[in-house]
């Protein structure tokens, strides 16, 4: 398996490790020397410079092949990309944003098919999410794939299922960039009355403290709700503890399907006054694949989309199109005095405004 992995990225070229967010950034020149090395030919003196440099690996005297996956270029010019593998959950949070959480997906050919039209379009960086997708019966199947495509895998999970010693092996064997695990509550109670699942609590804690002990690289999400904003300092204090990064989300937004039932989650001690919408790469240099292989340009703006298992690669020189159309402004929105310093995309606005929400979750009128 490598150990690192050379790759254009968006214009420039990258050495990466898997597990790691750091990179270092190389002239095409060295891109090029890289690519066109034989297979038992020896790492160059300034890979292994560069590899004790950033990330303290030793790869000196060694073959390349042992080393380094290089990836080729791509006409497609995309250097991420989120994948859905399958809306079910184990949780039945008041405030997810899926709405009705199906357990459905593609089978292991298509889903081949979608991971190699990942990687030819360019994708470097690849999410994957659900749902929870390390309930997916196909999850071991599509991280090896793409890990040993090249692509560095972040993965967002409730954690639940990390005590599990054949996710432990597969996520210690080949190690992602990071795994971002989700924070409901500081106490069974309001653990287990936001994801309306008893004994998910206690599955949290297994799962988290593995990931710790298995030197897994760990951020959390502390979700703040109306359930649990008042052990937003015990959810903090949880991270500290753990000696972990955390990211706090306080806005609720309304399901993908323009529901509203995910908006009384909402605690409006916590929620926050957005910074003006300054524009997104979506449909551009990153996309979302649903469970079914249907291509959006983010998880929000899913309609209109490109099906990438009947369409192919070629599909997705369609989304800058749908990006541009999407983001203008329609319905409520069209003519607004304040439309340069929007708090939210236009596709998320649309969601909101389909849900019925109040003015002030989304829109700077609300405050006026």
């Known amino acids: ?12 070229y990258l050495v990466t490790r898997p597990d790691s967010e ?8 060295r891109y090029n020397e890289l690519r066109s090395a034989g297979a038992d030919e020896i790492a160059p003196e300034w890979l292994e410079k560069a590899a004790t440099q950033c990330w303290g690996l030793n790869v000196g005297g060694r073959a390349l092949r042992d080393v380094v996956l290089v990836r080729n270029e791509s006409a497609y010019g995309f250097g991420r990309a989120s994948y859905e593998l399958n809306l079910g959950c184990n949780y039945d949070c008041e405030h997810c944003y899926l709405g009705v959480k199906r357990f459905e997906g593609l089978g ?5 098919r979608l991971l190699s039209i990942m990687h030819d379009a360019g994708v470097l960086w690849l999410q994957l999410t659900g749902g929870e997708p390390l309930i997916d019966p196909l999850f071991h199947e599509v991280y090896q794939m793409a890990w040993d495509l090249g692509m560095m895998i972040g993965i967002s999970s409730n954690g639940s299922r990390l005590h599990n010693p054949k996710i432990l092996n597969a996520l210690t064997t080949r190690r992602p960039y990071r795994l971002t695990i989700s924070v409901y509550g500081a106490t069974e109670a309001s653990y287990d009355g936001l994801t309306q699942r008893r004994g998910s609590f206690r599955k949290f804690q297994h799962g988290l403290t593995a990931a710790v002990e298995a030197g897994l690289p760990i951020k959390l999400n502390i979700v703040v709700a109306r359930q649990n904003e ?3 300092a015990e959810m903090q204090a949880m991270a500290e503890r753990f000696n972990l990064p955390f ?3 306080t806005n609720m937004s309304p399901t993908i399907y323009g ?3 995910s908006l009384p989650a909402q605690s409006q001690e916590f929620q926050r006054q957005r910074k003006p919408f300054g524009g997104c790469s979506a449909g551009v240099t990153f996309f979302h694949a649903d469970p079914h292989g249907v291509a959006s340009i983010c998880k929000v703006g899913r309609d209109p989309s490109v099906n990438l298992i009947s369409e192919g690669i070629g599909g997705l020189t369609n989304l800058a199109g749908i990006a541009e159309k999407l983001h203008t402004r329609t319905g409520g929105c069209s003519g607004c005095a304040l439309s340069g310093t929007c708090w939210v995309c236009r ?4 969601l909101y405004q389909q849900a019925k929400a109040p003015l002030a979750s989304y829109c700077q009128h609300g405050g006026r």
């Open 259 to 261: 529901g509203p039932e």
């Open 1 to 12: 398996m490598h150990q690192l992995i050379a790759s254009p990225f968006l214009g420039d």
């Open 108 to 112: 292991w050919s298509d889903r081949e």
């Open 230 to 232: 008042h052990e937003v």
């Open 247 to 249: 990211h706090m989300f």
């Open 347 to 350: 596709p998320l606005a649309k």
């Open 22 to 29: 750091r990179g270092v950034k190389i002239p095409q020149g």
